[in-house]
């Protein structure tokens, strides 16, 4: 098992900058890939951006050039660091991770809003 704590989450103004962070404990040696889903109020969860074991990434369009994911392995953490916010980036932000079963572990959320 995994577990997941996320922590960062906050108020911004449109144009600034929040970074979240997600702390794994557990069977860290099992996971591969983590990442950060969002939901938006009356959406559908999306991925934002994900890294490999390998540090390979991946991001949503939508975040392209605004946001970075990093992951720090000997601190079992990983990082979105998010810059230039937009109010349409207002929504629960949940870390994952997925092991190599291909199991998915979810942090409980937290909650970023974009407003001036």
């Known amino acids: 098992q995994v577990q997941l704590v996320e922590s960062g989450g906050g108020l911004v103004q449109p144009g600034g900058s929040l970074t979240l962070s997600c702390a794994a404990s557990?069977?860290?040696?099992?996971?591969?890939?983590m990442g950060w889903y969002r939901r938006a109020p009356g959406k559908e969860r999306e991925l934002v951006a994900s890294v490999s074991k390998g540090a390979s990434t991946n991001y949503a369009d939508s975040v392209k050039g605004r946001f970075t994911i990093s992951r720090r392995y000997v601190k079992n953490t990983v990082y979105l660091q998010m810059n230039s916010l937009k109010p349409e980036d207002t929504a629960v932000y949940y870390c994952?991770?997925?092991?190599?079963?291909?199991?998915?572990?979810w942090g409980r959320g937290t909650q970023v809003t974009v407003s001036s």
């Open positions: 994952n991770a997925n092991d190599w079963s291909d199991k998915n572990y």
């Open positions: 557990g069977s860290i040696f099992s996971i591969n890939a």
